[in-house]
């Protein structure tokens, strides 16, 4: 075995069960149909906002140049500025003109993801999220709703973050992760300085993080390490603003719920 086989094989797990109850036949044909046209094959250096071509660029890239393949041949060209205009994309129909991408970091039932997407029909929405069921009731919402911009991944986020270019991010959402209460847990917590130096990279200057949790040690945790690390300034203005979601961020299931507490919200912007 070699060392980057024995290191992936012992990388830590963020995340916990990946199925849960049994699945209605929509969702079992939805997951088999759908979501592989909602998933690319993430290259190493490309312009995520070719993912949201349709279907979804597989191939090979590397750092220096864009090179994707688009049904069978393979084109060579520096990523554009300003927007891109993707072809006809799956339930959406027409063209998609992508000027950002954002990333959700475990969109649960996809409530947040879907109407960001919605809402923002010129930002690519790539969600990553490991647990079937919640991936299965997006997609069947995609299928009621249709929403082009959107990508999905049904695995470890990290996969994304390091394929991913330089400020090449508009936006991430990391919104009520499992707050791994026990102490030899927190290693399993997605938001740590190690992952806050990948964020840095792959951000653009000016790029929003946003985090929410009702769990009052994971906030605190989470708030020492971003307020400690130098890419990252709380844009808080008002001591009442962390308990305040702003209007773009709609509540999800999860929230609502309030397992843990009450809710707090933290923007903080790539300096």
Not at 214 to 234: C, G, N, Q, R, Y
Request: overall charge neutral.
């Amino acid at each position: 075995m070699s060392g980057e086989e024995h290191a992936e094989r012992h990388r830590r797990k963020l995340y916990g069960r990946r199925k849960g109850p049994a699945l209605s036949a929509r969702q079992e044909q939805l997951l088999e149909t759908l979501l592989p046209k909602l998933t690319p094959q993430f290259q190493p250096g490309l312009d995520p906002r070719h993912y949201f071509q349709s279907p979804p660029p597989r191939g090979e890239a590397d750092n220096s140049r864009s090179e994707f393949r688009v049904g069978g041949s393979v084109e060579n060209e520096s990523p554009p500025p300003g927007s891109l205009r993707s072809p006809t994309s799956p339930q959406g129909g027409g063209d998609v003109e992508i000027d950002d991408v954002w990333l959700e970091v475990g969109f649960g039932a996809g409530e947040h993801l879907h109407w960001q997407a919605v809402n923002h029909p010129r930002i690519g929405l790539i969600g990553a999220e490991p647990f079937v069921n919640g991936v299965a009731k997006l997609l069947s919402k995609i299928e009621d709703e249709p929403a082009p911009n959107i990508r999905l991944y049904m695995d470890d986020a990290r996969d994304i973050i390091s394929a991913l270019p330089d400020a090449s991010l508009g936006r991430v959402f990391v919104l009520f992760p499992d707050p791994w209460p026990k102490l030899r847990h927190h290693k399993r917590r997605f938001l740590q300085t190690e992952m806050l130096d990948q964020l840095a990279r792959v951000m653009k200057p000016g790029a929003e993080l946003r985090f929410g949790s009702d769990d009052a040690p994971l906030l605190e945790f989470t708030l020492e390490i971003l307020m400690a690390h130098p890419s990252f300034k709380w844009m808080a203005t008002r001591a009442a603003d962390w308990h305040q979601r702003p209007a773009d961020w709609p509540q999800t299931r999860y929230e609502a719920k309030q397992l843990h507490g009450i809710p707090a919200f933290l923007r903080f912007c790539r300096a």
